[in-house]
């Protein structure tokens, strides 16, 4: 009998096989029993509903405990430590803002919002009357001065273009689908009580996790560092620092400015006496979290309900909001977030198309933090790709690459293999100009997380 002998190689071969047939095998079964692994997936996702709403909410409620520690508890001519008392005030503090913002939306905005959106529709009779009214007024007045011919009425005018306009039918279906978005939020919100459960323990779980936050960063990096190399773990631990930075400063950011977006135009609103301001105001703050779009669609959306409610308030309501919109685009958002966040807009209006049209709301206001992430790590990989080829890196380069003078035929289109093509080198590379404005304001959020960050996360590794 002959002995047995191992080869290293094709027992390495035989088990890699292995594992490929054994996950085709497994994508091929979840394919074929797609809705029992979607059932799977969503019961798994809800018995970790409360970890996830825990970690939101801490998550949202890290840059506050942090601005009570380091500014209003600091205790710095404490003669002992005291951060055990600090952390707890801190916390409670923390807490109690997180009840105050939710009362204040519970007991003063969702009441009026709800009270206006009844009376808009109780009313919407008399509004529409009121529009058709305003228009047949100025056709009386001035279709003789512009067009040559007296009509009394709009669709007297319309009727000698042959062109058929019924202003309360517009009007009827704009606001059925106004319900029909309302009632969808309702029943939305009445799916969402029946995790109020889950929310009372994911906070109870969000206070646990901001109290040992320092010691649960500790234990996750310890759990890296003995599963993975070095690097693998250094590089983890960095890309969580970058994602957190970009995540963070732009969520909390957004939230915080929207609200405060939300509480001027209650304010202004409400001054100046315009119908429905709660209502109004809900649709300016709401719309503010979504970058770019958002505060168009608001202020679309508003001038069309102030145009069916009051058309004499419509000029005023139309300069009010794009006012508050300046102020918040030139002053506030620049000192919460910051004036870029590092990506163009190109890629703001993709991030926005794409996420939203896979993941909704939700999509659009995520997709833009998502992407900056995805577009730094993309850009690194092909810049340290184009390092390993010796090859130029910068932008600027590939302005006037290939030159149309390169030596070559310009009468072949394809170049073949036997004709020698010039190589490009580092030497070969034009770096990017400066920046022609000044840097960006990093923003208040940024600062302050940027402050923390030893706390965070561990002191840092010296160079």
């Known amino acids: 009998m002959l002995p047995f002998k191992k080869n290293e190689k094709y027992a390495s071969i035989a088990f890699y096989a292995f594992l490929t047939i054994t996950a085709s095998a497994a994508v091929f079964l979840c394919i074929l029993n797609f809705k029992s692994v979607t059932e799977t997936l969503g019961t798994i996702f809800s018995a970790l509903s409360p970890f996830t709403?825990?970690?939101?909410?801490?998550?949202?409620?890290?840059?506050?405990?942090?601005?009570?520690?380091?500014?209003?508890?600091?205790?710095?001519?404490?003669?002992?430590?005291?951060?055990?008392?600090?952390?707890?005030l801190s916390l409670t503090l923390t807490m109690l803002t997180g009840i105050a913002v939710i009362a204040v939306i519970l007991y003063a905005i969702i009441p009026q919002t709800m009270e206006s959106f009844e009376d808009l529709g109780s009313q919407m009779n008399i509004y529409i009357k009121n529009v058709q009214n305003f228009a047949d007024e100025l056709v009386q007045k001035h279709s003789g001065t512009i067009l040559g011919e007296h009509h009394d009425t709009l669709a007297s005018l319309l009727a000698e273009?042959?062109?058929?306009?019924?202003?309360?039918?517009?009007f009827t279906q704009y606001y059925t689908l106004?319900?029909?978005?309302?009632?969808?939020?309702?029943?939305?919100?009445?799916?969402?009580v029946g995790e109020v459960k889950n929310f009372v323990i994911g906070v109870i779980l969000a206070i646990y996790f901001l109290y040992s936050k320092e010691k649960l960063c500790a234990q996750v990096k310890k759990i890296l560092s003995a599963l993975f190399k070095r690097r693998t773990y250094l590089n983890t631990i960095r890309l969580a620092r970058f994602t957190h930075e970009t995540f963070g400063g732009f969520i909390v950011g957004k939230l915080l400015d929207s609200f405060i977006i939300g509480l001027l135009a209650l304010l202004v609103l409400w001054l100046l006496n315009i119908p429905y301001y709660p209502l109004l105001s809900v649709i300016i703050g709401v719309s503010n979290l979504v970058p770019f779009f958002g505060p168009i669609v608001g202020c679309i959306i508003c001038c069309l309900l102030i145009l069916i409610v009051s058309p004499t308030d419509f000029l005023w309501a139309l300069i009010i909001i794009?006012?508050?919109?300046?102020?918040?685009?030139?002053?506030?958002?620049?000192?919460i977030l910051g004036n870029s966040i590092g990506i163009s807009s190109l890629w703001v209006i993709v991030a926005i198309t794409v996420a939203g049209g896979l993941?909704?709301?939700?999509?659009?206001v995520l997709g833009v933090p998502m992407t900056a992430v995805l577009y730094v790590l993309f850009k690194q990989f092909v810049e340290n790709r184009l390092r390993h080829k010796n090859a130029p890196v910068h932008t600027e380069f590939y302005k006037t690459d290939p030159p149309r003078s390169d030596g070559l035929d310009p009468g072949i289109v394809f170049i073949d293999r036997d004709t020698p093509v010039p190589e490009l080198t580092l030497e070969d590379d034009i770096p990017d100009p400066p920046p022609a404005q000044k840097?960006?304001?990093?923003?208040?959020?940024?600062?302050?997380?940027?402050?923390?960050?030893?706390?965070?996360?561990?002191?840092?590794?010296?160079?």
Do not use: W
Request: one cysteine or more; a positive charge.
């Open 53 to 88: 709403y825990g970690f939101v909410v801490a998550y949202l409620g890290n840059p506050i405990m942090c601005f009570y520690e380091r500014t209003i508890l600091s205790f710095k001519k404490a003669k002992r430590n005291m951060r055990v008392l600090r952390r707890t």
């Open 161 to 170: 273009y042959d062109i058929s306009l019924n202003i309360k039918d517009i």
């Open 322 to 335: 794009l006012i508050i919109q300046q102020i918040d685009g030139n002053i506030l958002e620049p000192r």
């Open 178 to 192: 106004i319900q029909s978005g309302a009632n969808y939020l309702i029943s939305y919100g009445g799916a969402l």
């Open 359 to 364: 993941f909704g709301f939700t999509g659009m």
């Open 439 to 463: 840097q960006p304001r990093t923003g208040v959020l940024k600062k302050l997380i940027a402050k923390n960050e030893k706390k965070l996360f561990g002191r840092k590794h010296k160079k």
